[in-house]
């Protein structure tokens, strides 16, 4: 299973960005995805995740509000809108794969089972 992310980048205090992650090699539906993120210096955080069916999302609360996840299952892509961005969103975003029918939502990443290289953003004041 391969992972690609993209629409990472430089934005502003206040703005708007979309990530998208793309999914190959196997059945994109059979899949749980999450979103993580790290920042320098820190530990890698859980952003948000979504189940197979996109029926059941869950977010950190420190974007609550501001980001959503989202899924096509037709097009093998998860998405991370994020709005009111904040400088302390400036991290690298990894999107990650499950494999699970599961509802429960996994928020670690010790659970995920595939991983994307990473895209920057970078938000400034």
């Known amino acids: 299973v391969q992972l690609v992310e993209s629409g990472g980048g430089l934005g502003q205090a206040g703005g708007s960005l979309r990530l998208s992650c793309v999914v190959s090699g196997r059945t994109f539906s059979n899949y749980a995805m999450g979103w993580f993120r790290q920042a320098p210096g820190k530990e890698r955080e859980f952003v948000c995740a979504?189940?197979?069916?996109?029926?059941?999302?869950d977010y950190a609360d420190s974007v609550k509000g501001r980001f959503t996840i989202s899924r096509d299952n037709g097009k093998n892509t998860v998405y991370l809108q994020m709005n009111s961005l904040k400088p302390e969103d400036t991290a690298v975003y990894y999107c990650?794969?499950?494999?699970?029918?599961?509802?429960?939502?996994?928020?670690?990443?010790?659970?995920?089972?595939?991983w994307g290289q990473g895209t920057q953003v970078t938000v400034s004041s």
């Open positions: 990650a794969a499950k494999a699970t029918f599961s509802r429960r939502l996994a928020t670690t990443g010790s659970e995920y089972d595939y």
């Open positions: 979504i189940t197979w069916s996109g029926y059941s999302t």
